[in-house]
């Protein structure tokens, strides 16, 4: 196939473009670099069947020639209000990724023929009041709150891929990223995997926000990758999780990234204010996935964080 991916130079975008390429496809990578890392491509750049726009996915999109498969992956991800890059300093730009980009990827999949993937998020659950959480709950979400832009932006985004699917008979997926780590991920990402590994790394005590008890579920990103191509390849239009449904609290993933480093520093203990609604629970259901896709990860933690470490230790200056 002759596949677009918006997003290419972001951690999951980059990682996409080698699985696709390892698979044999053509692949044109479209982004801005507004989150997005040239670095994370500069290997493919020789690679005569990846092709690269730099161009926002906001602004109407042009592709020369026949697409097969487009897949959305342009948006700011970071929850964290001290980075440039999330999307708490880029709201506006956050909504317009997911409603007019959305739109616009839509419509080349449209012209087409082409088959549709959407890169939605498990942050459309919200605070969730239902555990673990299936394709089925539909959320419990404030639309005015500080991290409204990220969800709402993504809601909206599945809104509408189902509305091209059933008014114009376009070929839609729809996959549910949950947490995901890796080599190529943002030092400065603001998720717990990126803040204590660093903090690790580097011989600092991990914070930990409140008494640690809230829970989060961590997929290593080759896992999450061969998930997504496997939706991309199946025929189910409805969403689908992809995530690693081991489920730990913080406390415990904190205690597992000291041992794994090394690092004596031990933990601090932080009061938890809770001023960006951070959810207190995330697990995945992948009930579907599995029966679906015939998909479970198979990389675990202390894997992956040894798969992981090399790339963090290099961008602190420590390899």
Not at 47 to 52: K, T, V
Not at 56 to 72: E, M, P, T
Not at 105 to 111: D, E, F, P, S
Request: aromatic residues 8%; neutral net charge; proline residues 6%.
């Amino acid at each position: 196939m002759r596949i677009l991916i918006t997003g290419a130079a972001g951690f999951l975008g980059s990682h996409l473009c080698d699985h696709l390429l390892a698979d044999g496809h053509e692949v044109i990578g479209l982004d801005n670099f507004i989150t997005g890392n040239p670095d994370n491509l500069a290997h493919l750049m020789g690679n005569e069947r990846f092709s690269f726009q730099r161009h926002d996915v906001s602004n109407f999109i042009f592709v020369r020639g026949k697409v097969d498969a487009v897949l959305h992956f342009a948006s700011p991800a970071s929850p964290n209000p001290q980075s440039p890059a999330g999307y708490f300093n880029l709201p506006i730009q956050t909504m317009k990724a997911g409603a007019l980009g959305t739109h616009n990827c839509l419509g080349i999949a449209r012209v087409n023929n082409a088959r549709f993937l959407l890169a939605s998020t498990s942050e459309i659950y919200g605070d969730p009041l239902v555990h673990p959480q299936a394709e089925t709950y539909a959320g419990n979400v404030d639309p005015v709150g500080p991290r409204a832009v990220y969800d709402e932006a993504k809601r909206f985004a599945e809104s509408l891929t189902m509305a091209y699917h059933r008014a114009h008979s376009v070929d839609t997926r729809i996959v549910r990223i949950f947490n995901t780590y890796g080599p190529r991920m943002d030092l400065e990402d603001g998720r717990a995997l990126p803040n204590l590994l660093k903090q690790a790394l580097l011989g600092q005590p991990l914070t930990v926000y409140g008494d640690g008890s809230q829970t989060r579920s961590f997929c290593y990103v080759d896992d999450l990758v061969s998930g997504i191509v496997a939706l991309l390849y199946s025929n189910e239009d409805l969403p689908v999780n992809i995530g690693n449904p081991v489920e730990m609290s913080i406390l415990q993933f904190a205690e597992t990234i000291n041992r794994v480093t090394g690092n004596a520093a031990g933990f601090t203990f932080v009061k938890d204010a809770r001023s960006v609604r951070d959810p207190q629970q995330r697990q995945p259901d992948i009930t579907r996935a599995r029966s679906i896709l015939k998909w479970e990860p198979m990389v675990g933690l202390e894997e992956g964080l040894h798969k992981t470490i090399p790339y963090f230790k290099t961008k602190l200056g420590l390899a």
